[in-house]
């Protein structure tokens, strides 16, 4: 079975977000940032090449193939800061009436820019997406 090509590396998340060249996008991801360390009171740390992950929970799927993964993270793209809430959003629908300007994947939340959200909601999405994930799951 194939290995995992996203795992959690040694390269500095500070060093990682300071290299972002839009000022919104590096001011935005510091404030996720200080938000998911508050939300886990874990370090986070860079998964491949541009994921910043807190926390670890191991997965096993139907089909055999398991690994880890951030309990939850986010990462800068040049389209949309992706914030990833792994239990996806069935829990979240009214929260996500009140957030604001975003859209959803199956586990990833996606905006411009910060402004363009209620920090407060996102802080309670996140904070019951890693209660869930500690549950579910075995976490680091």
């Given at each position: 079975?194939?290995?995992?090509?996203?795992k959690p590396?040694?390269?500095?998340?500070?060093?990682?977000?300071n290299s972002?060249?839009?000022?919104?996008?590096?001011?935005?991801?510091?404030?996720i940032?200080?938000l998911?360390?508050e939300?886990t009171?874990?370090?986070?740390k860079?998964?491949?090449?541009?994921?910043?992950?807190y926390?670890?929970?191991?997965?096993?799927?139907?089909s055999g193939?398991?690994?880890d993964?951030?309990?939850?993270?986010?990462?800068?793209?040049?389209?949309?800061?992706t914030?990833?809430v792994?239990?996806g959003f069935k829990?979240?629908?009214s929260?996500?009436?009140?957030l604001?300007?975003h859209?959803?994947?199956s586990s990833c939340l996606?905006?411009?820019?910060?402004?363009?959200i209620?920090?407060?909601?996102?802080?309670k999405?996140?904070?019951?997406?890693?209660?869930t994930?500690?549950?579910k799951y075995?976490c680091?």
């Amino acid at each position: 079975m194939a290995e995992a090509k996203t795992k959690p590396t040694k390269a500095s998340v500070t060093s990682f977000i300071n290299s972002i060249e839009s000022v919104q996008l590096k001011k935005d991801c510091k404030v996720i940032q200080k938000l998911m360390t508050e939300v886990t009171g874990k370090r986070p740390k860079i998964w491949g090449s541009s994921i910043i992950g807190y926390g670890e929970y191991h997965y096993t799927y139907a089909s055999g193939r398991e690994g880890d993964w951030p309990i939850t993270g986010f990462s800068p793209r040049k389209s949309n800061l992706t914030i990833y809430v792994m239990p996806g959003f069935k829990d979240y629908k009214s929260e996500l009436k009140k957030l604001g300007k975003h859209k959803i994947g199956s586990s990833c939340l996606y905006i411009k820019k910060i402004d363009d959200i209620d920090l407060k909601i996102l802080k309670k999405i996140l904070k019951s997406s890693v209660v869930t994930m500690r549950k579910k799951y075995p976490c680091k």
